[in-house]
């Protein structure tokens, strides 16, 4: 894994940190699998914070120069899912999130703390 995954996850999760993000958890996922580096997840308290997070995300990342592949779920915003090839940025609201847990399924990934990812 290069510093380009690390500093694309440092730029998603300020940009998730702006809009009031709850419980933002990463997962580096290097070692487990060939999808990406990192997976973040992260939730919301309603459509409109989970879909404002998913713009923020997508100004902050394009605008440093990685484009984004692909996005699902911006429209019922229960679950995004955000595809920056290296890193993957999931938001959800707490229903989903409960119900999908994806910190069960992907805990062979090593969990890395947050505060990485700080100045």
């Keep these: 894994m290069d510093n380009h995954s690390k500093k694309m996850a440092k730029l ?11 419980d933002i958890h990463v997962i580096d996922i ?4 060939v ?5 973040i997840i992260a939730g919301g308290n309603n459509k409109n914070q989970i879909q404002a997070m ?5 100004e902050v990342l394009g605008r440093a120069g ?3 592949k692909q996005t699902e ?4 915003a229960n679950w995004i899912l955000m595809d920056f090839g290296d890193v993957i940025v999931h938001i ?6 409960l119900l999908y847990d994806l910190e069960r399924i992907w805990r062979d990934g090593r969990a890395v703390d947050v505060s990485e990812f700080e100045v």
């Design 12 to 22: 998603a999760i300020q940009a998730l940190q702006d809009k009031k993000a709850e």
């Design 30 to 33: 290097s070692e487990v699998s």
């Design 35 to 39: 999808i990406a580096d990192y997976f």
């Design 54 to 58: 998913c713009d923020n995300v997508q």
């Design 66 to 68: 990685y484009p984004e």
């Design 73 to 76: 779920g911006y429209v019922t």
């Design 92 to 97: 959800f609201d707490r229903e989903n999130r």
